[in-house]
Structures are given as C-alpha cells and as structure tokens.
C-alpha cells in the first residue's frame, strides 16, 4: 500500500475497526447484524432538532481551524507529557473518550491520559511515522490492518458499533426529508475517499441505485461541494450553513443541537465496527490494559451509548 509522506509527530495529543455490512434486500428492510435485540442502542434514530444560534460560523471554523493546525504541525509538549497514555482515536469517539478520560483518571489517579482525536487515515500516518501513541482506536479496518502488517500494532478488539445518518441545517433549505432527496439538495458535503465516513457514505450511495436508479449515486455526488479530512469536519460545515445536506455517522449527528437529523434506511446504512489495538513498543502496556478494560466495563458501555454508539 502506498504512503503518504511524514506527517508531524504528535507530541501531546492524545482493530478489526469499522466493517461494512450492507443489507441486502429493499432499502428499509432492518436485518443488519449491528443491532441485534442483546445490543444496547442509543436514542438518536429518530429525526431530532434543536434551535441554533445564529452567529456560530466564525467559532466553529476557528475551532476546526486550530484542530487542522495541531494534526499538520503537531501539539506542543506539556509538563510530563512523556508519562502520560496516550491514546488516539478516530475523530467520531471525541465526546465518548473525553468522557470516559474523566471517568479513568478519577478511578486511576495514577494514570494521566492524553488523547488526539482525527480522521483514522491521519492517525495512521502519525503511527507509522513513530507518533509516541500507546493506544489506537480505528475506525477503518484497512488503515488497522496496515499497521499490523508494518507490526506496528498488537491484537485488536471490537468495542462499538455506529452507523450513517443523514444531518441539514436547521432550516433545511432543500427539504431534505429522505435518503432518496439527497439527489435534490443543492450543496452536499461528505468525507473524502480515504476517510472511513467518506468510504461507508460512497457504499450506501452505490447501494441505492439499485432502488432510486442507476444514475442515483452520479446525482449527488454531482452536488458534492467539498470533502472533508474527518466525520467532524464534515458535521461541521452543515452546521456553518455551508451545504444543505452532508452523510455523517449518527453519533455525529446525535450529539449537535444545530442540525436537523434524518434516518438512513437500514436497508441502505451501513454498520460500523470500532475496534482498539495497543501500539507495539508502547512502554506503558499494563496502563493501556486497564484503559482497555474500562472501555470494555460497564460504566464504559454506559459511556458510549449515552454518545449514540451500540455496543455488546
């Protein structure tokens, strides 16, 4: 597999990860493996919508903004920052790690971890290249398979289960209502060809033409206005009003009050595996054990699905 060329060591930043089950059949026909009744789910299926402000742009794309400089230049060292775990994670488990980062600290105070949060191609790069990370959570089965045939990571397990979701600004200008509207909204944005987002999203567009159309897939990649590096890029620039429609995982959508949020028909969605592998050479293997096994505790279960992921 070809590489990009080195990315920046991140120095205080923070597998079988996400596979792709397409159901066959019609496009609402509910028989994908992910959400079996023994799986816990989250309660963000349903369209939801919540008042936006009106002056979020400039914040949001100066956030987004510091975000690109920190992966492409990486973060600056802090104190001890060589003790800490560190731990990265694929851009969509931001809010659920941060949590549960709280939750470790306090139940292990002796144990200080640091996490970097970005597409999982970029992450990839960063431990190839020999970014110090101790823990990587993927959300692409390919990019984790690359590090282990680089014997760059150990085994990997599975700890969470997502899926697409269809978010428009508030407004919706497009009366984008289904997965079938996609094809008349006017500005649409979603994840390159390298981001797992982008990949599933691609999936579930080729798989509709077999119920809107051959040409189903061509139409709104047509209206396809920008691509974007990670889910939360993507998310965001729906939420900046800068497309009408944009394909995120639904945890993406779950967690913003500033976007309108649609179902994707089973039939058509896809299911997302994250798994965990740790890092080998990683001094801190026993410290990256117990952050593992909180993952796969139930208060860390508890975590993920108040974040909108399915887990075991």
């Not at 990997?156 to 094809?183: G, H």
């Not at 993507?234 to 009408?244: I, L, N, Q, T, Y």
């Not at 309108?260 to 299911?271: D, F, M, S």
Request: proline content about 5%.
């Amino acid at each position: 597999m070809a590489r990009g060329p080195p990315i920046p060591t991140l120095s205080n930043c923070g597998r079988k990860a996400i596979q792709c089950t397409i159901v066959r059949g019609g496009p609402d026909k509910f028989t994908s493996p992910a959400y079996h009744t023994n799986q816990r789910t989250h309660p963000g299926d349903l369209m939801s919508q919540a008042a936006r402000p009106n002056s979020i742009r400039s914040p949001i794309l100066a956030g987004w903004m510091c975000i690109g400089l920190l992966l492409l230049h990486g973060c600056l060292p802090s104190k001890d920052a060589s003790n800490a775990l560190k731990i990265f994670a694929a851009a969509s488990l931001t809010e659920a790690f941060g949590e549960m980062k709280t939750a470790f600290e306090k139940a292990h105070p002796n144990i200080r971890i640091q996490l970097a949060f970005a597409g999982s191609q970029v992450l990839r790069l960063q431990i190839e290249q020999g970014a110090p990370a101790d823990v990587f959570a993927s959300a692409n089965l390919a990019h984790l398979n690359a590090l282990m045939e680089a014997k760059r990571v150990g085994a990997s397990q599975a700890f969470a289960q997502n899926k697409l979701a269809i978010i428009t600004p508030l407004d919706n200008p497009s009366q984008v209502l289904s997965f079938e509207d996609l094809a008349k909204a006017s500005k649409i944005i979603i994840g390159t060809e390298q981001v797992p987002v982008g990949i599933y999203a691609r999936q579930a567009l080729a798989h509709a033409n077999r119920f809107y159309g051959k040409d189903f897939e061509q139409k709104v990649m047509k209206r396809v206005v920008s691509q974007e590096s990670n889910a939360r890029l993507v998310r965001a620039k729906v939420e900046m009003g800068e497309a009408d429609a944009a394909l995120v995982y639904l945890t993406d959508a779950f967690a913003s009050k500033r976007v309108r949020r649609i179902a994707v028909p089973p039939g058509l969605n896809v299911r997302a595996d994250y798994l965990m592998a740790n890092v080998i050479g990683s001094q801190q293997q026993q410290q990256a054990a117990a952050w593992q096994q909180f993952v796969f505790s139930e208060d860390g279960k508890d975590i993920l699905v108040r974040h909108g992921f399915s887990v075991n």
